[in-house]
């Protein structure tokens, strides 16, 4: 089984910056698009950003020109660079890699374990 392996949450002041952090181990397997996705309590998850196999990039119009994506891909890792960090930022994030499995035809989306990232004012 693939696992995902996020880092880099934590609490942080208004306008401050953090960076996130999501690898893929195992084997066997090549990934195709990645993402960041955000969960407040109560409320429905919502894409973040994300980045093509070829490097193409989108945002949520919320976190544009704050907010910097990328990958390595000799790694199997995504990133998330946040700066400007917003209260209304505060949130659970979910790394998100679709990942083709040898032998299959199709991409599977795999999702990390979650971090919470907390801005305060």
């Known amino acids: 089984q693939v696992q995902l392996v996020e880092s880099g949450g934590g609490l942080v002041q208004a306008g401050g910056s953090l960076r996130l952090s999501c690898a893929a181990s195992?084997?066997?397997?090549?990934?195709?698009?990645m993402g960041w996705y955000r969960q407040a309590p109560g409320k429905q998850r919502e894409l973040v950003a994300r980045?093509?196999?070829?490097?193409?990039?989108t945002y949520g119009d919320s976190v544009k020109g704050r907010f910097t994506i990328s990958r390595d891909n000799a790694k199997n890792t995504v990133y998330l660079q946040m700066n400007s960090l917003k209260p209304e930022d505060t949130a659970v994030y979910y790394c998100?890699?679709?990942?083709?499995?040898?032998?299959?035809?199709?991409?599977?989306?795999?999702w990390g374990q979650g971090t919470q990232v907390t801005v305060s004012s």
């Open positions: 998100m890699q679709e990942i083709l499995m040898g032998g299959d035809y199709y991409a599977r989306n795999y």
């Open positions: 980045i093509s196999s070829g490097g193409k990039t």
């Open positions: 195992g084997s066997g397997f090549s990934i195709n698009g």
